[in-house]
């Protein structure tokens, strides 16, 4: 078997195993609670009687999916240099409300406005993220913790100029503070044609968002860049062996401003797939946490993008069963557990099936050579 | 100093039909070996034979998988390195075991520290070692930080710490690697204190000339086994050399001068500061500046360094190591700031970045291939592209040219012998010396016109160490300019040209090859013998 | 070793000289801004009991990285611990409240060592993961146990709430001084130039102390004996400069990290049993990274005690007053224009004592512009001050994160981390 199939076969069988035992661990929390496991299980797969419910249920699955794809490819372009950008909330947010601020100032034609509201988010995100960067690379900061403390500023700001500066009208009765409502164009058409290609009924509310084809234009196109091209390979080494990158030619601060930004510009795009989608605006009560779960999501996919669709769809197959969950009177936040046990085993997997690779790698070397060479043992 | 009144006592150490073996390797396999009390015993092999494996069996750290351990005669199992020491076996590490921020003291009491109730009794403690201190002529102040310390101090701080364990029975790994031959003096010194004293110690090397001084007695290891058990005083040098590699020793000799009048590299004045890069005022000179940072009395890694390397010239730097060698090819590398003027060729590149300086010429053979040479995780093509990322085969546009590097790495592979089972392995799986010779194969395909090669037989085997010195002698003959730093004297000798000292970052001697003994050279690099230019 | 001896003096008298230095700055601003809570005892009752909670949680932190093992996970941690300190301190009381949150915590401890130690996974990935669990157990916990038609539920929880503790832990005051006569109340409430400032600094620590929040603060210097007096500290912090060194001379390198880190996690739960307690009832949320301003408040203080016990005051203080009065919160507008002044001043006469030209080429043109910089800000400051009523409470909240990257950005190459923190360690594998 081709040493690379056999690593990549490994990675999944470690992932599964991990699932599995993820699943297990949450079979005890649920029966602790007096429910069944099986009836929660069900729930999971319980997509309605209905088309009209199985279609709003892929759909939900499919919107939550893809900010959480975007946010694990944002982490994972910092994670592959070892560069932890645990700031991706903080960009994000602060991203979001900004873009949907200038995209409300202003009526272009529908592809200028939602071109203008992108680049600003991702404008925003980066040079956010562009902070911590110059951190590190002329003072010396450590990432993690610079990022930490930019996320509670960024969360706390974002707060403020939507409460402030950034406010549009509120409606009668209204607990929460917006940003003023984006014009039509600005709408991100959606994506219901491809239910209806199938004779199925659309979907309600902002049905399938269309930010799901930016999204897989973003994934394909991050793929290209980290595997095929010289900046990955940069990456690359610089992740696996900052020294010899260096020694290299790699200009290590350099390396580390542009993954950084890339990181954030991106992540600047996280919020966008709900604004332009289905929102239409960037509100208090918008949904939070997405940077922390986008951590989540990269390292179950291990910082790779198909395996980060992979892992953001599983997530977004978790998050989907919340209501069903309530109706088989298991508690919803079961799903936390799911998702946090998932990361932990699967990080373990990793490192386990990793270990295993290698030491497979170095038998096989070596028993390749065996025949015509001496016992050479660097001990 | 005979072991004959001792010869009836039971033996120190007695390892019968030792065998380990790691994942695809047999790293040692029925070794036998007895050391009597009161003696020090040589175990001699070449890089990669298995000492380190064996010792390490020894004191715990690895456990055998066939084979008994007898200390004193009785049969003992090491689990830990605290049954060892226990058993009264204590291990001075090749690569120092000490952390830097911690004191002397804290260094030699960690793990058996004094005191009642947990708490530490640091008086006590730095009375027994200040005795043990003076017992063995070792004297280190126990309240400095190691990280204060230089070579041999450290080396000192090992010893006693084996010795505040009560340790019977030393295990010396390798320990004249890091020292040069008059500190080497002083460390035999001890060594026959430390026996007078009634201790055995096992000696590790693969210094044979070392080994004939010191050892009561010698047993030869070679592929993973024990081969031979002689006396020192009926055995030559040659002898034992045979012994170990089984053939002859290669030696590391140019032959008739390719050095020509082109200068390739000038370095003029290069000049590092210890406490942070600063630039240098305007309209100053970089040796007033220098000169000024002297009077300040700030520490200079590098001081006023100046020489020429010609096409077809290897020039060596001898000196201990952290003496600045580090710092000259970062300086040279552009890896590290410096002052002063650098010319490539002729050409003004003091301000280029690494990777120009790379793509105009400069190849590196690194001091450390784990740290700085290789990529482990990744594929043997795609350590081929490191470094070259911007050079065809390896770059097409903003492309990595995958197919163009494999099959370049093919031909490395082939032309440089490196045994491995395709290039698309991890770089991890090769043994240290298939991965020098890659890393050499890779530094020479771009045709560089200046190599820097540090330590470029450092842990390789002897097979392998002959290739790379031939392949720098055949580069040489075609025209490049080599800057060899290396720790093995023999090594400078047999391949430079032309021969530097450093010593605390200056240029403090230039020395001819041909007429240099190990010996004059080792005084200069400890800056015993002071004064100038030479011949 | 007098030279050692020597600097510790120095050291010791130069802290001591800006306390005193702090506290009078702090009474002049106050009395030119009139915001008495600047400096008032209720003001600095609360920034014991914030501070503490920190300071907890940097103690945790020290721990672990101590011995070589970065914990970002305390804050996850840290909410394992108030929920079950919510959970035990409503049906059992305080003390209850304070073992069942010090448990939680070491479990949460536990698992981060398991993962790092065991399995060998990157520090930070592991401690993302307990910070994503920490939230998810306690929700699902509250979904189950405090849901409506429990016992719980009964007793005044909900979702987000466990109900109130059912005793809280005895206090205590200085006899004579803070209470009964009182005369520390009495000399703070005359308002006097720095007397009362004292006074009421001192009151504030001494009135009505909680007896465990006196047991919290006895943590600082206990850590800092075992870690540098006892065998078990040498070989904990001998993990973290060299795990290899101390492996090759028999020390149980897994175990003590195992050790570490559960102890880390402990100090964690225990910081959110002390937010539980100034609540007194558990409330989702109410960590509010207080776990990551500890981590912060350890690195503020350079990994030792004595720097983190002022980072977490520091900390502790901020928050405290912005809890008594916002509005005095502007103040420290015009504090910040006053050091400001002094830097400008210290550098200054530093300029014009040495004089010397060659001095002046090297680091002229950088030093004058830090110093226009820093008049510029002062005079910002103090415009901001006479014009700004009340700070929005988001740019309050965030204090102490803007500190902490103000300290790293200023100190980070000062701070001096052990040398394998977060270096990923297996045994018999060097490097």
């Known amino acids: 078997m081709p040493a690379g199939l056999f690593r990549a076969l490994l990675t999944v069988a470690g992932a599964v195993a991990a699932i599995v035992v993820a699943i297990a661990i949450s079979s005890v929390a649920i029966l602790a609670a007096g429910a069944s496991p099986m009836q929660a299980f069900a729930a999971f797969f319980d997509f309605g009687e209905t088309e009209r419910s199985v279609v709003n249920g892929i759909a939900t699955m499919l919107n939550r999916s893809v900010p959480l794809f975007i946010a694990g490819l944002a982490v994972a372009i910092g994670f592959r240099m070892n560069l932890f950008n645990i700031g991706v909330e903080g960009q994000y947010k602060i991203a979001a409300v900004c873009a949907a601020y200038v995209g409300s100032l202003f009526v272009a034609p529908a592809p200028i406005q939602i071109l203008v509201i992108i680049v600003v988010a991702a404008a925003v995100g980066g040079l956010y993220a562009l902070i911590p960067a110059v951190m590190k690379v002329t003072r010396g900061v450590n990432e993690v913790i610079s990022t930490i403390m930019l996320n509670y500023i960024a969360i706390q700001l974002a707060a403020f100029l939507v409460r402030g ?44 968002w269309g930010f799901l084809v930016v999204a897989i234009l973003l994934g394909v196109g991050l793929w290209v860049l980290l595997e095929r091209t010289r900046f990955g390979f940069d990456v690359k080494a610089s992740g696996l062996n900052p020294s010899a990158a260096l020694a290299s030619g790699v200009n290590p601060k350099k390396m580390v401003i542009s993954a950084m930004v890339l990181s954030g510009a991106i992540a600047g795009l996280i919020g966008l797939p709900e604004i332009l989608g289905d929102k239409h605006t960037f509100g208090s009560n918008f949904t939070p946490g997405l940077g922390f779960l986008g951590i989540a999501v990269a390292l179950l996919g291990r910082n790779k993008p198909a395996g980060i669709a992979v892992a953001a769809l599983l997530f977004g197959f978790l998050d989907r069963a919340q209501g069903p969950l309530q109706f088989a009177s298991v508690p919803p936040s079961v799903i936390m557990i799911m998702q946090g046990a998932i990361v932990l085993l699967v990080v373990i997997a990793n490192e386990i099936t990793s270990r295993i690779a290698m030491r497979r790698e170095e038998r096989r070397a070596a028993q390749q050579l065996g025949r015509n060479t001496p016992v050479e043992v660097a001990a | 100093m005979s072991s004959d009144p001792l010869a009836a006592a039971r033996p120190a150490v007695e390892l019968a039909g030792i065998t380990k073996r790691f994942p695809g390797v047999v790293a040692n396999h029925d070794v036998c070996l007895t050391v009597e009390p009161g003696t020090v015993h040589a175990i001699v092999g070449e890089n990669g034979a298995g000492k380190s494996t064996l010792m390490k069996i020894l004191y715990g750290m690895q456990q055998p998988d066939e084979g008994t351990i007898k200390v004193n005669g009785q049969e003992v199992t090491f689990r830990t390195p605290s049954d060892a020491i226990a058993a009264g076996i204590g291990m001075v590490h090749q690569h120092f075991m000490l952390a830097d921020n911690f004191t002397v003291l804290e260094n030699i009491v960690l793990g058996a520290e004094p005191g009642q109730f947990g708490i530490l009794d640091t008086r006590q403690a730095r009375e027994r070692i200040k005795a043990l201190a003076a017992g063995h002529g070792l004297q280190v102040g126990p309240d400095r930080l190691v990280e204060d310390l230089g070579v041999g101090d450290r080396q000192r701080v090992e010893i006693l710490k084996v010795l505040y364990r009560g ?21 035999f010194e001890t060594l026959r204190e430390l026996k007078a004293g009634g201790l055995t110690v096992i000696f590790i090397s693969h210094k044979l000339d070392e080994v004939l001084n010191i050892a009561d007695a010698i047993t030869v290891i070679r592929r993973g086994t024990t081969v031979a058990s002689v006396d020192p005083r009926e055995v030559t040098a040659r002898q034992l050399a045979e012994l170990m590699v089984g053939s002859e020793l290669p030696t590391p000799e140019t032959r008739e001068s390719t050095v020509t009048d082109t200068v390739m590299l000038k370095v003029s004045g290069l000049t590092m500061e210890a406490d942070g890069h600063r630039p240098i005022p305007k309209g100053a000179s970089v040796s007033a500046y220098a000169d000024r940072l002297r009077a300040e009395g700030r520490r200079l890694l590098l001081d006023d360094v100046s020489f020429e390397i010609h096409q077809g010239e290897i020039l060596g730097i001898a000196g201990v190591e952290g003496n600045g060698q580090s710092e000259l090819i970062e300086a040279i590398m552009g890896m590290r700031p410096a002052h002063g003027d650098l010319a490539l060729g002729g050409e003004d590149i003091a301000s280029w970045s690494t990777l120009k300086r790379r793509e105009s010429g400069i190849g590196y053979i690194p001091e450390d291939r784990h740290r700085q040479g290789l990529l482990l995780e990744a594929s043997l093509w795609e350590n081929r592209v490191l470094g070259h990322q911007t050079r065809p085969p390896a770059r097409s546009g903003i492309w990595i040219n995958r197919r163009a590097s494999k099959a370049d790495t093919e031909r490395i592979v082939k032309d440089y012998d490196v045994r491995t089972p395709s290039v698309d392995t991890l770089a991890l799986a090769l043994s240290g010396g298939n991965q020098q010779k890659l890393i050499v194969g890779r530094e020479m395909s771009s045709e560089p016109t200046f190599l820097i090669a540090a330590h470029p ?17 055949n580069a040489r003959a075609a025209g490049l300019a080599v800057l060899l730093i290396s720790a093995d004297l023999d090594e400078l000798i047999g391949l430079s040209d032309t021969l530097h000292v450093i010593y605390k970052g200056r240029l403090v001697a230039r020395l001819d090859p041909s007429d240099v003994t190990p010996e004059r050279l080792g005084g200069y690099m400890t800056g015993a013998i002071t004064g100038t230019e030479e011949t | 070793m007098t030279t050692v001896a020597s600097t510790k003096v120095r050291k010791y008298h130069l802290a001591l000289i800006g306390v005193a230095l702090l506290i009078l700055l702090m009474s002049l601003v106050r009395i030119m801004s009139g915001a008495n809570d600047i400096t008032s005892s209720g003001t600095f009752a609360a920034a014991l009991m914030l501070a503490v909670p920190i300071g907890l949680a940097g103690l945790g932190g020290l721990w672990a990285e101590r011995a070589g093992v970065v914990n970002i996970g305390l804050e996850g941690m840290m909410v394992l611990g108030t929920w079950f300190a919510g959970w035990a301190g409503y049906q059992w009381g305080a003390m209850a409240a304070l073992l069942a949150g010090l448990i939680a915590g070491a479990l949460g401890g536990l698992i981060h060592a398991i993962a790092t130690v065991t399995f ?98 006895l943590l600082l210097p206990l850590t800092f004996f075992v870690l540098w007096h006892t065998a078990f500290g040498l070989r904990l912090r001998s993990a973290g400069e060299n795990p290899w060194a101390a492996e090759s001379l028999g020390v149980n390198v897994p175990l003590i990290k195992y050790v570490a880190v559960v102890i880390s996690g402990a100090f964690a739960g225990l910081g959110g049993v002390f937010l539980v307690f100034v609540s007194t009832k558990y409330v989702e949320g109410q960590t509010g990274g207080r776990g990551f301003i500890g981590l912060a408040a350890m690195i503020f203080g350079n990994w030792r005690p004595g720097g983190l ?29 006053a050091l400001l002044v002094i830097y400008i001043g210290i550098k200054l006469r530093g300029m014009l004592a040495s004089g010397q030209p060659a001095e002046a080429v090297t680091r002229g043109a950088r030093e004058y512009t830090l110093m226009a910089a820093a008049a510029a800000g002062s005079i910002v400051l103090i415009w901001l001050w006479l014009t700004v009523d009340k700070l929005p409470d988001e740019f309050v909240n965030v204090t102490p994160h803007v500190l902490t990257l103000l300290v790293l950005l200023v100190a980070s190459q000062r701070l001096r981390m052990p040398k394998a923190d977060g270096v990923r360690y297996r045994r018999g594998e060097q490097h």
């Not at chain 1, 164009?185 to 199925?200: I, Q, R, T, Y």
């Not at chain 2, 085997?461 to 720098?472: N, P, R, S, Y």
């Open chain 2, 457 to 473: 037989t450092r842990g390789v085997d002897v097979g392998a160490q002959a290739a790379i010195w031939d392949h720098l002698r």
């Open chain 3, 309 to 337: 016990a002022a980072g977490a005051a520091l900390f502790g203080y901020a928050d405290g007053l912005q809890l008594r009065s916002s509005g005095a919160v502007t103040s420290f507008l015009l504090f910040g224009a």
């Open chain 1, 165 to 208: 500066p950034f406010t549009g009208q509120r409606t009668e009765g209204q607990l929460t503070t917006n940003t003023p409502l984006l014009p039509e164009s600005a709408w991100f058409p959606n994506l219901n044609v491809l239910f209806e290609m199938f004779g199925l009924p659309a979907p309600r509310g902002g049905g399938l």
């Open chain 3, 120 to 217: 060998g996974v990157d520090h930070i990935i592991s401690g993302v993961a307990i910070n994503l669990l920490g939230p998810g157990v306690t929700r699902f916990l509250s979904e189950v146990l405090y849901k409506e038609g429990t016992g719980a539920g009964e007793a005044g929880a909900g979702i987000t709430t466990s109900p109130a503790l059912k005793s809280e832990a005895p206090e205590i005051s200085l006899p004579l001084l803070s209470s009964g006569p009182d005369w520390l109340g009495s000399l703070e409430r005359t308002h006097w130039f720095l007397l009362s400032d004292v006074a009421g600094i001192l009151r504030g620590l001494t009135h009505g102390v909680d007896v465990l929040v006196i047991l919290a603060v």
């Open chain 2, 167 to 187: 340790a019977r029975i030393l295990i010396l790994d390798e320990p004249t690697a890091v020292l040069v031959p008059q500190e080497v003096d002083e460390l």
